[in-house]
């Protein structure tokens, strides 16, 4: 993969020729995505659109890799259903060139909460007992001390059509 890296990185020198190749790139990988964490939890395409509240058809355009139209709003609703973080920023080229060869469905697959709890529980008494907790800030939280959120509790029952 280093071959196609030293090339990417050439190539990626043209700025249109590395905006092209990003969008690409992020429609690929999410479609694969979306694909892979639905087939980890051996779902077919009609229960996942049954889940979102929409359609088959939508699923299938949502992990059709040229498809290119997927909102944040939706992307949430997919984070949602799979009970996954969905992890929205902006990064360097530097970053896409890493993430180059790391598309396969395994590398893309990621555990639902109940399946990950176990390994976040152990990971915060971990950072706890060293005094590494991070703090973090939010819009939407309510500050307490320097910088720790207490997440607003979101209002149940919310559902839209994907």
Do not use: C
């Not at 697959?109 to 007992?129: C, F, K, N, W």
């Amino acid at each position: 993969m280093t071959e196609i890296r030293d090339r990417l990185k050439t190539e990626l020198a043209e700025t249109e020729y590395r905006q092209a190749y990003a969008q690409e790139f992020l429609d690929m990988t999410l479609a694969r995505q979306i694909r892979a964490l639905r087939k980890q939890r051996g779902w077919i395409q009609a229960h996942l659109a049954e889940l979102l509240n929409t359609k088959q058809s939508r699923v299938s355009a949502m992990e059709n890799e040229e498809y290119g139209a997927l909102s944040v709003a939706s992307l949430k609703d997919l984070a949602r259903v799979f009970d996954v973080y969905l992890n929205v920023r902006f990064t360097s080229f530097a970053e896409l060139l890493s993430q180059v060869d790391r598309t396969s469905m395994e590398e893309l697959s990621v555990p639902g909460y109940p399946e990950d709890a176990a390994m976040l529980q152990t990971d915060t008494i971990r950072s706890r007992q060293s005094g590494g907790i991070q703090r973090v800030r939010s819009r939407r939280g309510k500050r307490e001390g320097s910088g720790t959120v207490t997440p607003v509790r979101p209002t149940a029952g919310k559902t839209r059509k994907v």
